[in-house]
């Protein structure tokens, strides 16, 4: 699995956190056949920006990517055995059109703009979420989120577009 660690303090102790991309594995799937069914149609990034699900990381301009169909919590509804129901939502990420070497040191990534921090439960329902507006209220939202020991994983998204970004686990 391709993660990244964080460690948020939590009195008395630290609460280890996992920052976790796009597997390659799962990536390897999308660009053959998304979870739309639908065929990736890679590209070259003429600009470079996009977020790339795979490294947690924005392109570089002339790398090629590709938009493609994710459903996250059904993935990880099929992985935990659970029922993700009317929760299962998918949307459009971006990758690498070719493997790419995942996420390079640990650290929240996209923080630079205001992002949803979405809770779900271990039965796949959402159980609330929290905006965070600053680079220095992920952590302490994150926090919040994990002191609450029903939360099971948390999705982080962008406001702009409600698009999935990354989930953070528990350790």
Known sequence: MTTAT????????????????V??????????RDDAGRPAAPSVDDEGGAPLRCCLRRSGPGERIALVTYAPLRRWAAETGVDPG???EQGPVFLHAEECAG??????PFTSAHRVLRRYSADGRILGGRLVQAPADFAPALREAYADPAVALVHVRAVEYGCFL???RRG
């Open 6 to 21: 964080l460690r948020v303090r939590a009195v008395p102790t630290q609460v280890v956190l996992r920052v976790r991309a």
């Open 23 to 32: 597997p390659p594995q799962v990536v390897r799937e999308l660009l053959v």
């Open 103 to 108: 996420p390079e040191g640990d650290g929240l």
């Open 86 to 88: 009317a929760y299962d």
């Open 166 to 168: 990354y989930e953070v």
